[in-house]
């Protein structure tokens, strides 16, 4: 049976607990969110929860939170389930979206606008868009290695015809075309588990390399490595390529003339018709995966030039980045403000940190939101819905932080207070979108980022756009406003997802053990190079 996950149309929260578990942790009690929980179990180490980094499970209880309570507040779940024997993903979708049709009929405000449901196998939902990455790899290391087979017995040819002699004086001693056949598969297979070993030991020297080199949203990344399985396939495969690229040329090496090999005399010989159309074969082929092999390679260096030449609208150099979440005492936007605000003194005090920044969803982090807003003014089109845009909340230096230029107007400052206008700043991509003729600063929109009903901004500048979920998306649009103009609405998503980030002087990784309580700490340099 397979497995899928529902997807649903808003992203998922996350939140990630780091903690060190050992088997005796078992009935104690640990203190998460200012609450306590009783362990009472511990899960294999290789078990993958679909939310990277995620460590701690507890019971799902949405009648202790209200707000997650709510018939319209299940958008932050992420469904999973196992279909029952002999029923397709086709039947369980459309059983899924009759069974959301029903609840929009009889809910009508409260699934206003939602969309159907669409169900995902389990398996594409964690390998995403590396599956074609990673069986391209796979097919360019075959073609490697039967590069290898056929150079092997080409190279087997060329000495078998050294041997002519040598086989014939077996052969007239009373050896068995079989046996001579044995003596030299043997020699290929000896061959062929020592270059198996060979290739096992740059692997295990090479692993780390690789990985270093890897994505860091590959999925199982933590479990790449040798194990058993790798080693017995490593040995099975070279023991039957060696089998199969040695059966050949010693074959065609046993089929000589006994009689004329040794009237021969030493003279050379160019081993018939068969051995020589065989060589070609070789050859031919050898050059062919060859040539295929030089294509994807250059087609592979041009893409990773062009990915290296990609500009992500920030600069990474020397920027250190830290998430944390805050407990639930932080209820009140308050509370979250003064947090930040005592913060930040205490890590630009640190020595070497030059500028300090905190946003709500860090580029390239996989945390994800948005939100609609209209410009006031502009009325809309009759039924039409309106737009969105990707949605920040950030404090006033994060910007000159991250090295996100400022293209017109001005960026926050401490004067942008709860108490003062709301306030905007916006990519170039939503002004471009926009404000095609002119520049959006001093316009009002009204964006729907509250429970109440949109709130009017003013948009105060224009910042460069940034490349949020991939190097390889196009930016369709981002708006910024300041942490401390947060509405109440707001304060849950924002203490679960706090990105700090730190320019320093030097290597950013040297102030990971100053900075704390963050709980994960890294180079935004290395994230983004890997």
């Known amino acids: ?5 529902l997807r649903l149309i808003t992203s998922p929260l996350q ?8 088997i005796r942790i078992i009935g104690k009690t640990l203190a998460l969110n200012g609450e306590a929980y009783m362990v009472v179990g511990v899960l294999p180490q290789k078990f993958f929860f679909p939310i990277r980094d995620a460590e701690i499970g ?3 209880a949405p009648e202790a939170d209200p707000l997650r309570n709510a018939r319209a507040s299940v958008n932050f779940l992420r469904f999973v389930g196992r279909l029952k024997p002999n029923v397709s993903r086709e039947q369980a979708e459309e059983e899924m979206n009759r069974i959301n049709r029903e609840l929009r009929a009889q809910y009508p405000v409260v699934y206003a606008g939602k969309m159907g449901v669409r169900l995902v196998p389990l398996f594409d939902e964690l390998v995403g868009g590396f599956r074609l990455a990673l069986w391209i790899l796979f097919g360019a290391v075959g073609a490697v290695m039967l590069i ?3 150079n092997l017995a080409n190279l087997f040819l060329v000495r078998a015809a050294s041997r002519h002699k040598e086989i014939a004086i077996r052969t007239a001693l009373g050896a068995t075309r079989w046996r001579v056949v044995r003596q030299l598969l043997t020699e290929s297979l000896i061959l062929a588990l020592l270059g198996g070993i060979l290739g096992l030991a ?9 990985l270093a080199l890897a994505p860091t949203d590959l999925p199982r990344v933590a479990e790449v490595g040798l194990d058993a399985r790798v080693i017995w396939f490593t040995c099975g495969l070279s023991l039957l390529a060696g089998l199969i690229f040695g059966l050949a040329p010693a074959w065609q090496t046993t089929r000589v003339d006994t009689n004329a090999e040794l009237k021969a005399e030493g003279r050379g010989s160019t081993g018939g018709p068969a051995r020589n159309r065989l060589h070609r074969l070789f050859v031919i082929s050898e050059v062919a995966l060859s040539l295929v092999l030089l294509i994807g390679a250059g087609l592979f260096i041009k893409s990773f030039l062009r990915l290296q030449e990609v500009k992500p609208g920030f600069d990474t150099k020397n920027v250190l980045v830290a998430k944390l979440s805050l407990p639930k005492s932080y209820a009140s936007r308050e509370s979250v403000s003064a947090f930040i605000d005592e913060l930040v003194p205490r890590l630009k005090a640190l020595p070497g940190v030059k500028s300090v920044g905190a946003v709500s969803q860090l580029p390239l982090s996989g945390v994800f939101a948005s939100i609609p807003f209209t410009i006031v003014g502009r009325p809309l089109e009759r039924q039409a819905a309106p737009p969105s845009a990707e949605y920040r909340m950030a404090t006033p230096e994060y910007f000159r932080t991250m090295g996100i230029p400022l293209v017109a107007g001005r960026e926050f400052s401490d004067e942008d207070k709860s108490d003062t206008q709301l306030v905007a700043v916006v990519s170039t991509a939503l002004a471009r979108r926009f404000w095609p003729e002119g520049t959006p600063v001093g316009a009002r929109i009204m964006i729907d980022d509250t429970d109440t009903g949109p709130r009017e901004a003013e948009i105060v500048g224009v910042v460069g756009d940034v490349k949020h979920s991939s190097l390889e998306s196009t930016p369709t649009g981002e708006m910024y406003l300041p942490f401390r103009q947060i509405h109440q609405d707001g304060v849950f998503t924002v203490r679960n997802n706090l990105f700090w980030v730190m320019r320093t002087d030097g290597d950013p990784l040297l102030l990971a053990n100053s900075v704390s309580p963050c709980s994960q700490v890294l180079s935004l340099h290395g994230r983004l190079q890997k």
């Open 58 to 60: 507890i019971p799902l």
């Open 15 to 22: 939140v990630s607990v780091h903690i060190s578990l050992d």
């Open 202 to 210: 740059l692997a295990a020297w090479g692993v780390d390399l690789l």
């Open 148 to 150: 290898a087979c056929a």
């Open 1 to 5: 049976m397979d497995n899928y996950r």
